[in-house]
């Protein structure tokens, strides 16, 4: 049986072994595991562009699995074959995957029976937001930083009305998709 493994520098792309020779499949009876891994403080947003990967009821025979984590002692996250492209991984709701920390680990295998084209995936760094500091306010959740994809909501204190009552979303830059200040309700003139 032949074993690969690698670790990955900070690109757009992973694939399996033999991609994209179209002519030519997967080999028989590889195990390739792939390491992402970002810098403290980062995820790691994985999509899917297609599997073509021997389909089973269960994934036994050929499968790519998808790990949160440095290797596949990590919690598992994905388990997929079968013939999907795109857009079918997005109906199924199968093409994106987010490492909670700052590494993802990447499982192919095949067996030694029918293989096929194998899969093509693209990764994206995404940065976690640090809590927003706002005058008269109470922010939820209370941790110190959020996810990317995550949000904190905003509670204006009595006597302040918030601008927006949109979530701060975290972007993959580590920004947020709206900014929120608490003002008072009431102004005084002279």
């Known amino acids: 049986k032949q074993w690969y493994q690698r670790r990955v520098a ?6 399996s072994p033999g991609y994209p ?3 030519n499949n997967y080999p028989d009876s590889t195990d390739c595991g792939i390491v ?15 599997i073509y ?3 089973s009821k269960t994934c036994d025979y050929d ?6 984590g440095l290797d596949k002692n990590a919690p598992l996250l994905a388990t997929l074959c079968g013939r999907k492209t795109r857009e079918d991984l997005r109906e199924l709701k199968l093409s994106e995957w987010i490492s909670s920390g700052n590494a993802m680990y990447i499982l192919f295998h095949s067996d030694s029976y029918v293989n096929d084209r194998g899969y093509s995936a693209d990764y994206t760094i995404a940065n ?18 959020v996810n990317y994809q995550e949000s904190y909501s905003v509670t204006c204190n009595t006597g302040y009305t918030a601008d927006t009552s949109d979530p701060m979303n975290c972007q993959d830059d580590g ?7 608490c003002t008072s ?3 005084y003139f002279c």
């Open 10 to 15: 900070i690109t757009a792309g992973i694939a």
């Open 21 to 23: 020779r179209h002519y």
């Open 36 to 50: 992402i891994l970002a810098e403290e403080g980062q995820q790691i947003l994985l999509e899917f562009s297609y």
């Open 53 to 55: 990967i021997e389909y």
């Open 63 to 68: 499968y790519v699995k998808v790990y949160d």
């Open 128 to 145: 976690t937001c640090n809590k927003p500091t706002i005058e008269n306010s109470y922010i939820s959740p209370t941790e110190e930083t």
């Open 175 to 181: 920004t947020f998709d709206v900014t929120v200040a």
């Open 185 to 187: 309700k009431s102004a």
